[in-house]
């Protein structure tokens, strides 16, 4: 049992790992580079959509990986797995305090009703995401290098 729960732990944490560096690094160039006012709505319709789905995905990969280290507390690699939680906690809190407001401004704004600096706030927003990427690829990675 231990060992589904190690690989189904695994396989979520990585999807969304996959996800977000998506979101980064492709979806934001394709977004950016569509002419008018169609990347704003097209960032504003991912950030409803991706804003609905992604607290579940953040909440049950830090459950999933919790469950992990104590049901596994006295096998090899469990401080990678409590490690690795830490850090998908990090990555909660981020993206609460960081990147959800920002998010939630953004999933509203039309052409109409954005604001003058909405480029910044996408600007930072992406810059935040970049270290949240980085830190759920570096728990991804414990995850991983616990199971062998």
Known sequence: M???LEVVTTVVVGL???VEFSVAFIMNRI?????????QLGHAHGGRMLGALM???YI?????SAIWAIAGWHHHGTGLVVTA??????SVVMSVLLLV???NRNSTWTPDNRPADWKQQLHRWNRYHYVRVAV???AFTLLVAALA
């Open 85 to 90: 939680a830490g850090l998908l906690i990090v």
């Open 16 to 18: 969304m790992v996959g």
């Open 60 to 64: 049950g990969s830090l459950v999933l």
């Open 101 to 103: 407001p920002i998010n």
């Open 136 to 138: 759920i690829i570096a």
């Open 55 to 57: 607290p579940f995905w």
């Open 31 to 39: 977004l950016d580079a569509l002419p008018g006012d169609s990347g």
């Open 2 to 4: 231990l060992n589904a």
